[in-house]
């Protein structure tokens, strides 16, 4: 077995933006909202947000324990009416996603 058939911890970096018209407390909110909704998927093990004040941006870093569970995370992410809410204030075009997994 070579060492890419293996689980190997993975990490999701999303940048992504809110509506113009989200005041940044609401932004704030639906961070938090979507951290508890992360933090309840099976294989999460943390996650750090940062926001770029300059561009109206913001980055998300999770870490999770298998690419698999990061890939089904994120399409339950599309798809759970908990979620709806926080997914109507993206801005959709601007989300850019990677899952990303140590080789060396």
Same mark, same amino acid.
């Given at each position: 077995m070579t060492p890419?058939?293996?689980?190997?911890?993975?990490?999701?970096i999303v940048h992504?933006?809110?509506?113009a018209t989200v005041p940044l407390p609401r932004?704030?909110?639906?961070?938090? &909202? #979507?951290?508890?909704?992360l933090a309840a998927q099976s294989g999460f093990q943390s996650?750090?947000?940062?926001?770029?004040p300059q561009h109206a941006r913001w980055t998300d870093l999770v870490a999770w324990i298998s690419r698999a569970d990061a890939?089904?995370?994120m399409d339950r992410?599309?798809?759970?009416? &908990? #979620?709806a809410g926080v997914m109507s204030l993206i801005v959709p075009e601007s989300v850019?996603?990677?899952?990303f997994e140590r080789i060396i």
């Open positions: 890419f058939a293996t689980i190997a911890p993975c990490y999701e992504f933006a809110f509506d932004q704030v909110e639906a961070m938090k &909202a #979507l951290g508890d909704w996650r750090q947000s940062y926001h770029d890939v089904a995370a992410s599309q798809r759970d009416p &908990a #979620l850019h996603a990677g899952h």
